[in-house]
């Protein structure tokens, strides 16, 4: 198996990268850094904020079993859409929506038929409901929602033997929930629901996350949007 994850430096993705080397299988990572050094990985230096450098990546193996993993994303600027700059909300779309959607593409177009394929996308809870001051970061992770469910349509009037996930991971330790929690309230409403659920050791290892989300692996079935761990059990 060959496994391509975007976002490896830190959090949910370096976790990944480092239960897969673990387990023996080829990994390549994409994105702006990593400190991995084994002999089974290899790294794609791309920012995923441009497109271009997004379209020129290569998926290249010799293994018939390969798996992408979109799991590099940001939150953005944690403000009212009115305070924020048209920048603020394209870094978001880019990096966690069109990013993603152009991998899956040339993920789609460089393998052939007969590769058994799996596609994860790591969205998000807020993917299923509004929250103030995230709305780019909302409207991000539901537009994958829905792009994972059609393209797995797609690929199956093809015939391509493949499987398709839209997962949401629960609240996870990592630097993106530290971001959340120092958000002044004035721009995020719901600050201290955060605040609480580290306080009170609510937030989810990404240790524990990865040992759920690669059971999708196993998987015979697609459902393409998962929005509870719980239902991996
Ligand atoms: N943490 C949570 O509670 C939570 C909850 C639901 C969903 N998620 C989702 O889980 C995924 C992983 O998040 P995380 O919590 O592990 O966050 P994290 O610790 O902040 O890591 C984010 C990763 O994305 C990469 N990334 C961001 N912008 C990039 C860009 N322009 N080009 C290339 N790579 C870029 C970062 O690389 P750099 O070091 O280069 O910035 C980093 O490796 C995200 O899709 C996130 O939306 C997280």
């Excluded at 920012?47 to 450098?53: I, P, Q, S, T, Y």
């Excluded at 630097?175 to 580290?198: L, P, W, Y």
């Amino acid at each position: 198996m060959h496994i391509f994850i975007t976002g490896v430096s830190k959090g949910l993705g370096k976790e990944f990268v480092e239960y897969f080397l673990a387990e023996g299988h080829l990994v390549t990572g994409i994105g702006r850094s990593h400190a991995f050094d084994h002999p089974k990985f290899t790294f794609i230096h791309c920012d995923l904020a441009n497109v271009n450098e997004v379209k020129s990546i290569q998926f290249e193996s010799k293994e018939n079993e390969l798996v992408l993993i979109n799991n590099a994303g940001l939150i953005g600027k944690i403000k009212r859409i009115s305070d924020q700059i048209e920048s603020d909300i394209q870094e978001v779309m880019t990096v966690n929506t069109i990013a993603p959607m152009i991998l899956c593409q040339e993920f789609l177009r460089q393998t052939h038929l007969e590769n058994k394929l799996t596609i994860i996308n790591i969205s998000s809870g807020a993917a299923n409901r509004p929250i103030p001051s995230w709305a780019a970061y909302c409207s991000s992770k539901i537009a994958m929602d829905r792009f994972s469910e059609t393209i797995y349509l797609e690929e199956q009037e093809k015939g391509r033997n493949i499987k398709v996930f839209s997962v949401a991971p629960g609240v996870i330790d990592t630097s993106m929930q530290e971001k959340i929690r120092a958000t002044k309230k004035v721009d995020f409403s719901s600050v201290d629901n955060f605040i609480g659920f580290h306080e009170q050791g609510e937030l989810l290892s990404p240790e524990f996350v990865v040992s759920k989300l690669v059971k999708l692996l196993q998987k015979k079935e697609s459902n393409p949007v998962i929005s509870n761990l719980k239902d991996l059990e």
